[in-house]
Nanobody, 122 residues
Framework: LLLESGGGLVQTGGSLRLSCAASKRSISGYAMAWFRQAPGKERELIGFMTASGGRTEYADSVKGRFTISRDNAKNTAHLEMTNIKPEDTAVYYC?????????????????WGPGTQVTVSS
């Protein structure tokens, strides 16, 4: 089970840290990803990190602003969001999958959290 936390209302230019806590199984062997879905839009990949943490990739829309991290010992993953923009408003989801290609498609992810809302005020 995955559970996101840390969402809320934030002003444009602000920062937010989302967390994803896993229970019942270790995340250590899984690739972890963050997705988001805005109203009326498809779910989009924000970025992913491989199980070892050796590879991390981001969508162009968040590159340089968002950072994914993981703490396998604490069974958690995080999404650091900085310089937040109104277009970042969405429900944010963490997801996990086996540590193999492909990493970008939401259909490939086996485990999902219920999501946390991030709303950016201008």
């Amino acid at each position: 089970l995955l559970l996101e936390s840390g969402g809320g209302l934030v002003q444009t230019g602000g920062s937010l840290r989302l967390s994803c806590a896993a229970s019942k199984r270790s995340i250590s062997g899984y690739a972890m990803a963050w997705f988001r879905q805005a109203p009326g839009k498809e779910r989009e990949l924000i970025g992913f990190m491989t199980a070892s943490g050796g590879r991390t990739e981001y969508a162009d829309s968040v590159k340089g602003r968002f950072t994914i991290s993981r703490d396998n010992a604490k069974n958690t993953a995080h999404l650091e969001m900085t310089n937040i923009k109104p277009e970042d408003t969405a429900v944010y989801y963490c997801a996990a999958k086996g540590d193999k290609y492909p990493y970008r498609s939401p259909a490939q992810y086996d485990f999902w959290g219920p999501g946390t809302q991030v709303t950016v005020s201008s």
